[in-house]
């Protein structure tokens, strides 16, 4: 088992680009999740897809939009970079909600010049 | 602004002294969960509580849930230098969110 891939790990991008980060998980979860982590900050939310078919604006969702491609993919977008996106973004996955546990991807770390 | 509120935000020990870690919020939580975060990974989960007043030991980590399930803690006894890394704690919003305090970086030296 793979757990939850993310990629790239590492991209740096010129203001104003695009790109898509790429997520996907081998244990049959039905909950998706985005976040970006940055210094002090602690872990938060961009996106989420509680289910294949459904995607919800998280804490941050402003310049991001998402795609649930399918039950093992869920895909996070930048239309137009800005140095402000500048982070760590890292993809989780849980079985429902509630009290189950989330797995996280490695993440990628994301910088725009 | 965050509902969870982690103190202190850096802790630096000697191996062999405890350390106790806060999680405090003004809201409700059904459950929270701690995970540890080592440098260029993903966080990991350590546990879940989920009734007022629990407490749940893991090896030589305890931790708690405030009585009215708004506050926890982390106590760690005799640190090691593989206890080193950044401590989150994440309570449940709704069916399927989590919200995460910003996290405790934790150094234990040799």
């Known amino acids: 088992n793979a757990g939850v891939t993310q990629t790239p790990k590492f991209q740096v991008l010129k203001t104003g680009q695009s790109m898509t980060l790429q997520c996907a998980q081998d244990m049959n979860h039905n909950s998706m999740y985005w976040y970006r982590q940055d210094p002090g900050m602690g872990l938060r939310l961009i996106y989420y897809?509680?289910?294949?078919?459904?995607?919800d604006k998280g804490e941050v969702p402003n310049g991001y939009n998402v795609s649930r491609l399918n039950k093992r993919e869920f895909s996070l977008r930048l239309e137009s970079a800005a140095p402000s996106q500048t982070s760590v973004y890292f993809c989780a996955s849980r079985l429902a909600g509630g009290r189950d546990e989330q797995f996280f991807g490695p993440g990628t770390r994301l910088t725009v010049l | 602004t965050q509902l969870l509120e982690q103190s202190p935000q850096f802790l630096s020990i000697q191996e062999g002294e405890n350390l106790t870690v806060y999680c405090n919020s003004s809201s409700v939580f059904s459950s929270l969960q701690w995970y540890r975060q080592e440098p260029g990974e993903g966080p990991v989960l350590l546990v879940t509580?989920?009734?007022?007043?629990e407490v749940k030991k893991l090896k030589r980590l305890t931790f708690q849930f405030g009585d009215a399930r708004k506050d926890s803690s982390l106590h760690i006894t005799a640190a090691q230098p593989g206890d080193t890394g950044l401590y989150l704690c994440a309570g449940a919003v709704g069916d399927y969110k989590l919200s995460f305090g910003a996290g405790t970086t934790v150094t234990v030296r040799a």
């Open positions: 509580v989920v009734t007022g007043g």
């Open positions: 897809s509680a289910s294949e078919g459904t995607t």
